[in-house]
């Protein structure tokens, strides 16, 4: 009784501060409430779940709402974020045997282990606070699971354990979602320096930008790393890859890149807009995975009043507004980490080469609990520079990784909370002087009518080497401190009207020379299509900016069909290939025909056989660089050699034969019968679908259904090339109506929960294939009119 009193006086307190009014506690007919004790509040939060899914968060001070979204995440994402702690953490064997143990060492290697004051203290001020109250959120979900066992999520019964509780550190601590992947380009570049005998023949696979001449660093062998290049880049993955259930370890080969991780945003300004109001759009790409990447939420307490998106084992949110600033995030593909090649002491492994003796490696020794066996003793192995992740003992050489994210400050994402109260430009500048990893263009604009292109990045200062290879680890390509905060370009109001990213080599020619990194960029033709968009109405509508998020026209595809405008062919089946693909509007939507034969014939035919024409030997690869391939088109001369146009013309119409005869196969010999979307497909996959029947994967996952798009569309669509699986693209999209805040749209996909008992766990999968989207609602007024359910945390009684 006495505990019930108490929380009672708290909620009569909370009504009497007007942060949650009491008209807002009525419960309307039909409109659920549920009321939880949770430990460590000091006065109710209140929590209105919206229709779509979306938890508007109130609370009467900021430690409480991070708490309160900690609860929700634990809540709603529950699998999603146990399954990021123990792969972050290095614990999965725990629960699911011996077969994860590599999995765990990969990531315990890369962990934090520096001086965690330093860390803290690298942040803004309150975020060891904000840090241990979201951890006692996620906690206090676990004990009310811990008294509702039936609530248990279906994942945990089938793979037969219970959730951990967390520690405030562990957020910062874990780092393997970094999207910081310079060391597998830098071995696959020795790979290629190896096979074709000079480093430049490897722009056949990745281009350079800016342009530049890669070199062999001295005392590099490349050829020792290509022997070594696939068991390497297996240890590389176990450290950062996710974790999948079908083949119970989690492998990176020299054949496959890690998924490839984009963004598009663009911010537009009030005198551009047809409102008069500014434009904010952000649409994160990533793997296609289920529940989605990310996660919207709205945070209100007093000096904080956030909606939008964030990684939901992350506090806070970084893409979304404030009621005055709204802002979004791509990727800023910088070079943030390094490969080192350590030469062993041949009589002691444990020592390597260092100036001009040996150092001994750090040996870190820890219990590995492993489920049906007794713990193992894990040795970890750290040189001054980082992880040890490979040893090659035949030829006397170690692989370890320096990387950004091993520095006091980059835990991902978790800088956004110096950013979120942000009311000018500069005040979002500033706090992104803090902002580590992953490399991020931050846009924003406000009410105010201030937009702005601010990158964030912590960048090694590189001053003799370029990054683009490994390097000797024995001191000669030392770091010389980094690039960061004031050193990185930014843009305030330009002209134009509005600014746009899409993870494009967008350095100024200002700023090249500070060698921010050159092989990570994305092709530049969403960036070029998005500008196009922008650049093609004197004033655009809220809604251009929806269409252009669902935009498929595709730029390398008008590129390559005006080749094809000199080429005929006696053949009638090739002379039919060859008018549907020069009479295509060049928009690869999922009913395209010609959509169905471009796509197939550049992927799977017209890039692998200009690999084999210009790079004989050099067969570890069957994608080649998009620019280069188009520049090759364009301009034989400079790639073909003798009878280039004629070598050229080849390429194009044998290849063509070869995927026309691939479609037929798969779609009939009719080809206005043919659809892109009978080949390029989504399904979203709950994670352990591998791993239950077939009656328990259709009730799981989400598809198949047909999908539009390709890797260089604003809409974009990375597919598989064996089966054209859609397989990473933006499963979130929100575009911003500033100062209209209630005329915000968002979409999230299958849905905003991963509790496959959750209405919420697929409901928006048939909006998101449309390109519709629902309504961000930020109002109080406007949330509690579509408000679905109600749940109120109170102060846990002692």
Not at 674 to 694: A, C, Y
Request: hydrophobic share 40%; net charge neutral; aromatic share 10%.
């Amino acid at each position: 009784m006495r505990g019930k009193r108490k929380g009672a006086l708290l909620l009569a307190g909370v009504l009497a501060t007007g942060v949650i009014a009491p008209s807002a506690l009525a419960e309307p007919a039909g409109r659920s409430t549920t009321t939880v004790q949770v430990a460590g509040l000091t006065a109710p939060v209140r929590m209105v779940l919206d229709k779509w899914g979306v938890p508007h968060i109130y609370a009467t001070n900021t430690a409480d709402v991070y708490l309160g979204q900690g609860f929700n995440a634990a809540r709603d994402r529950l699998f999603q974020l146990d399954l990021w702690h123990r792969r972050g953490l290095g614990t999965l064997s725990e629960v699911l045997g011996a077969g994860y143990a590599e999995l765990d060492k990969g990531a315990r290697s890369v962990l934090y282990r520096g001086d965690l004051a330093k860390e803290w203290a690298a942040y803004p001020p309150q975020a060891k606070e904000v840090a241990t109250k979201f951890v006692a959120g996620i906690n206090g979900y676990l004990e009310w699971l811990a008294r509702n066992p039936n609530a248990l999520p279906e994942e945990f019964r089938t793979l037969g354990y219970r959730p951990a509780k967390w520690q405030p550190e562990d957020v910062v601590r874990i780092r393997h979602h970094a999207l910081v992947t310079n060391g597998y380009y830098e071995a696959l570049r020795a790979l290629t320096s190896c096979l074709a005998g000079t480093p430049e023949a490897d722009v056949i696979r990745q281009n350079l930008e800016p342009k530049h001449a890669a070199a062999v660093p001295q005392g590099l062998d490349v050829c020792a790393v290509a022997q070594v290049a696939e068991p390497l880049l297996n240890a590389y993955g176990a450290a950062v890859l996710p974790v999948t259930f079908d083949a119970g370890t989690s492998k990176i080969s020299v054949t496959k890149a890690p998924p490839a991780q984009g963004s598009n945003n663009w911010a537009i300004s009030a005198a551009k807009s047809a409102t008069g109001r500014p434009v904010l759009a952000d649409d994160p790409h990533r793997l296609m995975s289920l529940p989605s990447s990310r996660y919207l939420a709205h945070l209100s307490a007093p000096g904080l009043d956030i909606i939008g998106a964030g990684e939901p084992m992350i506090p806070g949110l970084h893409i979304g507004h404030n009621g005055t600033s709204a802002f979004g995030v791509t990727q800023f593909p910088a070079d943030q980490e390094d490969l080192y090649v350590y030469q062993l002491d041949p009589a002691d492994h444990s020592r390597y080469k260092y100036g001009d003796g040996y150092e001994s490696f750090r040996t870190v020794t820890e219990k590995l609990p492993v489920k049906g066996e007794q713990s193992r003793d894990l040795a970890l192995s750290f040189s001054r520079h980082g992880p040890v992740l490979y040893v090659d003992a035949q030829r006397h050489l170690a692989y370890g990784l320096r990387s950004v994210w091993m520095e006091p400050g980059t835990s991902p994402y978790f800088a956004a909370l110096g950013f979120q109260t942000a009311q000018t430009a500069q005040q979002f500048g500033e706090a992104l002087k803090r902002w580590g990893a992953p490399g991020a263009n931050h846009v924003y604009a406000n009410t105010a009518g201030q937009i702005g292109w601010l990158p964030g990045a912590l960048v090694p200062r590189r001053p003799n080497h370029d990054g683009l290879l490994p390097v000797p680890g024995d001191g000669r390509y030392e770091w010389n401190g980094f690039y960061s905060g004031d050193d990185l370009p930014r843009t305030i109001n330009p002209a134009s009207g509005w600014v746009a990213t899409a993870n494009e080599m967008n350095v100024p020619a200002s700023h090249q020379k500070l060698g921010l990194g050159y092989d990570a960029w994305a092709d530049p033709y969403r960036a070029q299509r998005i500008a196009e968009v922008l650049n093609g109405k004197p004033k655009l509508t809220f809604e251009d900016s929806l269409k252009l998020q669902n935009d498929f026209l595709s730029i390398p595809a008008r590129k390559i069909t005006a080749v094809l405008g000199s080429l005929t062919s006696a053949d009638p089946k090739t002379k039919a290939s060859l008018e549907l693909l020069k009479g295509w509007n060049h928009v690869a939507g999922p009913e395209s025909g010609p959509a169905a034969l471009y796509e197939t014939w550049f992927t799977k035919h017209l890039g692998p056989q200009f690999i084999r024409t210009v790079l004989p030997g050099v067969d570890f690869f069957t994608k080649p660089d998009t620019q280069v391939l188009i520049d090759a088109l364009e301009h034989p001369e400079n790639h073909f050699g003798a009878d280039a146009r004629a070598k050229r013309d080849k390429l194009l119409l044998d290849s063509l034969v070869s995927a026309r005869a691939e479609v037929e196969q798969k779609l009939g010999a009719d080809q206005n019968t043919w659809q892109w979307g009978k080949l390029q497909h989504t399904r979203f996959e709950n994670p352990i679908s591998p791993l239950v029947d077939e009656a328990a994967r259709k009730r799981l996952n989400v598809g198949p259904f047909p999908r539009g798009g390709a890797s260089d569309t604003v809409n974009n669509s990375e597919y598989e090339s064996a089966d054209f699986r859609h397989i990473g693209g933006a499963s979130l999209r929100v575009v911003i109506d500033v100062g209209n805040w209630d005329g915000s749209k968002a979409v999230n996909a299958p849905g905003q929960s991963g509790n496959p008992a959750d209405p919420h766990y697929k409901d928006l999968a048939e909006s998101w294939r449309k390109g519709e989207y629902f309504p961000l609602l930020y109002s109080k007024a406007a949330v509690e009119r579509n408000a679905e359910r109600y749940l109120i945390l109170v102060p846990k009684s002692s």
